[in-house]
């Protein structure tokens, strides 16, 4: 069974910065993208930044200058820093994998979700 394991959220004033971890685990080939996506109460969830295999990410354009993803292939983890804070980032950050299952080939996975809130 795959797991994404989530840890880092909480609350930051403005302009500080958070550290987001996600962990894969479980029974895999390889993990191919790995991100992060937001959704804000009332709002629809989006993408706010991936990191591929090859080594390419992007951003979503509210987070460029800001955030960074990053991954440690060895460790099947992603990190996102979030620095500059600002309370329009308030919302809950989940995970995301697409892996390489046996018997099953590549697949989606979610995080449970960490809470982020900006605020003073």
């Known amino acids: 069974q795959v797991q994404l394991v989530e840890s880092g959220g909480g609350l930051v004033q403005p302009g500080g910065s958070l550290r987001l971890s996600c962990a894969v685990s479980?029974?895999?080939?390889?993990?191919?993208?790995m991100g992060w996506y937001r959704q804000a109460a009332g709002k629809q969830r989006e993408l706010v930044a991936a990191?591929?295999?090859?080594?390419?990410?992007n951003y979503v354009d509210s987070v460029k200058g800001r955030f960074t993803i990053s991954r440690d292939s060895a460790k099947n983890t992603v990190y996102l820093q979030m620095r500059s804070l600002k309370p329009e980032d308030t919302a809950v950050y989940y995970c995301?994998?697409?892996?390489?299952?046996?018997?099953?080939?590549?697949?989606?996975?979610w995080g449970q979700g960490t809470q982020v809130t900006v605020s003073s």
């Open positions: 990191h591929n295999r090859g080594g390419s990410t």
């Open positions: 995301y994998a697409n892996v390489v299952v046996p018997s099953f080939g590549s697949r989606e996975y």
């Open positions: 479980g029974n895999i080939f390889s993990v191919n993208v």
